[in-house]
């Protein structure tokens, strides 16, 4: 078998494995098409859905468990790698150590920074959303009254 052959036959397997693999996204054979969308937030509701309470839960999770864990955490790393460092004092060791501590730190400033914003984020969603419905709803009334008043 010549480089080439064998070269087409490994693509073809390649190809063949992943298309086995894919699959388009769509409805059930069963379901037709609807004349009129679902209301937003139903059940069968494809369109995008907002849950406040769950998004709230979510915030009091993060302030509750994942911000104090994560300090109790890196507390804990603190206490041991100050004993390590003033163990290995005099050697390399214990430079490297502290480098690493300190990197260390600064990973978990970014990620206390970062469960804060998401913290927010989650609780302003629903304000978010409201206000978007509300300037959408202003949009659609002066429409409406142009419409009307012609």
């Known amino acids: 078998m010549s480089f080439e052959e064998e070269w087409a036959q490994q693509k073809g397997e390649v190809i063949e494995r992943h298309s086995s693999q894919m699959q388009l996204d769509?409805?059930?054979?069963?379901?037709?098409?609807?004349?009129?969308?679902?209301?937003?937030?139903?059940?069968?509701?494809?369109?995008?859905?907002?849950?406040p309470a769950k998004k709230k839960k979510a915030a009091n999770s993060i302030e509750k468990n994942l911000e104090p864990g994560t300090r109790t955490a890196a507390d804990a790393a603190d206490e041991s790698v100050h004993g390590a460092v003033a163990e290995f004092k005099g050697w390399e060791t214990a430079a490297g150590l502290k480098?690493?501590?300190?990197?260390?730190?600064?990973?978990?400033k970014r990620l206390m920074g970062r469960l804060s914003q998401e913290k927010s984020a989650l609780r302003n969603t629903a304000v978010l959303f409201s206000n978007n419905d509300l300037e959408t709803e202003a949009g659609f009334n002066s429409?409406?009254?142009?419409?009307?008043?012609?």
């Open 26 to 51: 769509q409805l059930p054979a069963d379901q037709g098409a609807t004349t009129q969308p679902p209301l937003l937030g139903s059940s069968t509701s494809p369109d995008l859905a907002t849950t």
């Open 99 to 108: 480098k690493a501590h300190s990197h260390w730190d600064e990973q978990v």
């Open 143 to 150: 429409v409406k009254s142009k419409v009307s008043g012609i």
